[in-house]
């Protein structure tokens, strides 16, 4: 089995995707806060399921389930994830006074093989549960992988988290943060 079935795709689509993805979970005139989030996954325990994030969401990342769907001509699977940690909306690598608890995502994962070497995979992570500050939260994560030698993957994630109003304490800090990085990742 892969390694948490990689997720890779480096293409206009991917990109057109991401802002999809941004677009549907931060409606305009929005009255809750919604931060985006981007950063990488690495590996614990492939095969235990069992990873770290970095970057906008700090924490840890487990698969809870995963189903295959279709080998051919694209890899197809469907499943479950959980995550434990934080919303770093400062950006400054802490969960020191952000919003912390858990989300519960579904996944639905792409992927195309040559033999058993991946070529480019992609995952769509909607939110589908949460708790502690996450209680009542919605967003979506669009997760990459690409290859990058051998059997290793880098994996990138790209999305948006919106909280639900009085979740999560807000202040004008954190608002500039969450502008440069909107401004700044990506471009």
């Known amino acids: 089995m892969l390694q948490h079935l990689p997720r890779s795709l480096t293409s206009p689509a991917l990109i057109a995707v991401a802002a999809a993805a941004l677009a549907q979970a931060a409606p305009a005139g929005a009255k809750t806060p919604t931060y985006p989030v981007s950063g990488k996954q690495v590996v614990v325990d492939a095969d235990k ?13 487990t698969i809870t389930g995963f189903k295959a769907l279709a080998k051919s001509p694209l890899y197809k699977g469907k499943g479950s994830e959980h995550f434990s940690g934080c919303l770093d909306r400062a950006r400054d690598g802490s969960c020191a006074g952000d919003p912390s608890g ?23 992570h909607p939110v589908s549960g949460g708790t502690g500050a ?31 109003k009085g979740s999560a304490r807000t202040s004008p800090s954190h608002a500039r943060a969450a502008a440069v990085a909107t401004r700044t990742c990506g471009a």
């Open 49 to 61: 399921g069992i990873y770290k994030v970095n970057g906008g969401l700090i924490g840890d990342w």
């Open 102 to 124: 858990t989300l519960d995502f579904t996944f639905t994962y792409w992927a195309k093989f040559k033999g058993d070497t991946l070529v480019w995979g992609s995952c769509w």
């Open 134 to 164: 996450f209680k009542g939260a919605d967003g979506v994560i669009v997760m990459t992988d690409t290859p990058v030698g051998g059997a290793d993957v880098a994996t990138n994630y790209i999305g948006s988290i919106t909280l639900k």
